[in-house]
């Protein structure tokens, strides 16, 4: 079983950053693909980035310029590093590996203050 641990959410000011972190219990190469969810309150879950073996990534347009994925293979990290961050950022988010995406985080809660 594969575990994944987030860390680093919490609270910000609008225009502030955060940098999230997601810790797996197995080497992040064993993973084609690895990325962060998130879901509001009322809202379904969406795609915030993704990121490949190869280093390949891909955002949502509404993060795409603000939000950079990044994973180190040597930690068995994967991280998101949140800029200008703005109200309508607020949710839970989730770490994934895996194609389906297969194995999720508890999640962790980021509030944006306006």
């Known amino acids: 079983q594969v575990q994944l641990v987030e860390s680093g959410g919490g609270l910000v000011q609008f225009g502030g950053s955060l940098r999230l972190s997601c810790a797996a219990s197995r080497k992040l190469l064993s993973f084609y693909r690895m990325g962060w969810y998130r879901q509001a309150p009322g809202k379904q879950r969406e795609l915030v980035a993704t990121?490949?073996?190869?280093?390949?990534?891909n955002y949502a347009d509404s993060v795409k310029g603000r939000f950079t994925i990044s994973r180190d293979n040597a930690k068995n990290t994967m991280y998101l590093q949140m800029n200008s961050l703005q109200p309508e950022d607020t949710a839970v988010y989730y770490c994934?590996?895996?194609?389906?995406?297969?194995?999720w985080g508890q999640g962790t809660q980021v509030t944006v203050s306006s």
């Open positions: 990121i490949t073996s190869g280093g390949s990534t």
């Open positions: 994934t590996a895996g194609t389906n995406p297969t194995y």
